[in-house]
């Protein structure tokens, strides 16, 4: 799949949960983080394609999208570090 097929069904399943919305508390707490993590996803994606011209390459998987998606900007950044002065 092309990175904006990816990019135009993530978008779309975000705004559908927004307009839908989800009226149990629990569910609602789940569509949060579910959406985190997706945002921690694109952050990595856009990582991942700027970084490439400076050698830059954080993995995506499950692990470092949450990271990415509950710590934000400072979550990328300190994955960026360790990843440089460990490997």
Request: hydrophobic share 60%; net charge positive.
């Given at each position: 799949?092309?990175p904006?097929?990816?990019i135009s069904?993530?978008i779309?399943l975000?705004?559908?949960l927004?307009?839908?919305?989800?009226?149990i508390?629990p569910?609602?707490?789940?569509g949060?983080?579910v959406i985190?993590?997706?945002?921690?996803?694109?952050?990595?994606?856009?990582l991942?394609a700027?970084?490439n011209?400076?050698?830059?390459?954080v993995?995506?998987n499950?692990?470092?999208?949450?990271?990415?998606g509950?710590?934000?900007?400072?979550?990328?950044?300190?994955?960026?570090?360790?990843?440089?002065?460990?490997l």
């Amino acid at each position: 799949m092309s990175p904006t097929v990816v990019i135009s069904i993530v978008i779309g399943l975000v705004i559908l949960l927004l307009v839908v919305g989800t009226p149990i508390r629990p569910l609602r707490f789940l569509g949060q983080v579910v959406i985190k993590v997706v945002i921690g996803a694109l952050f990595l994606f856009f990582l991942n394609a700027i970084g490439n011209q400076y050698g830059i390459h954080v993995p995506i998987n499950i692990i470092t999208s949450t990271i990415s998606g509950i710590l934000g900007i400072p979550g990328l950044v300190a994955m960026v570090a360790l990843q440089q002065f460990v490997l």
